[in-house]
């Protein structure tokens, strides 16, 4: 199973979002300010077992 690749999958959107995916992890489904609200929007859209990330970008100094 190949892994996604979340970086390329969200890189458009703004940080402090709420992404749910499909359930295969292949596409963004929805975009939103809660987790309630993006949750919904998906189940709008027949997913019925999102994964759902909030975007957080972080810079990490070595």
Same mark, same amino acid.
């Given at each position: 199973?190949?892994?996604?690749?979340?970086?390329? /999958?969200?890189?458009?959107?703004?940080?402090?979002?709420?992404?749910?995916?499909?359930?295969?992890?292949?596409?963004?489904?929805?975009?939103?300010?809660?987790?309630?609200?993006? /949750?919904?929007?998906?189940?709008?859209?027949?997913?019925?077992?999102?994964?759902?990330?909030?975007? /957080?970008?972080?810079?990490? /100094?070595?």
């Amino acid at each position: 199973m190949k892994v996604p690749d979340f970086r390329k /999958l969200t890189e458009n959107i703004p940080e402090g979002k709420w992404v749910t995916f499909s359930s295969d992890e292949t596409r963004v489904v929805s975009v939103g300010d809660t987790v309630d609200e993006v /949750l919904k929007q998906a189940e709008k859209e027949g997913e019925k077992h999102p994964t759902v990330f909030r975007i /957080l970008r972080q810079t990490l /100094l070595l």
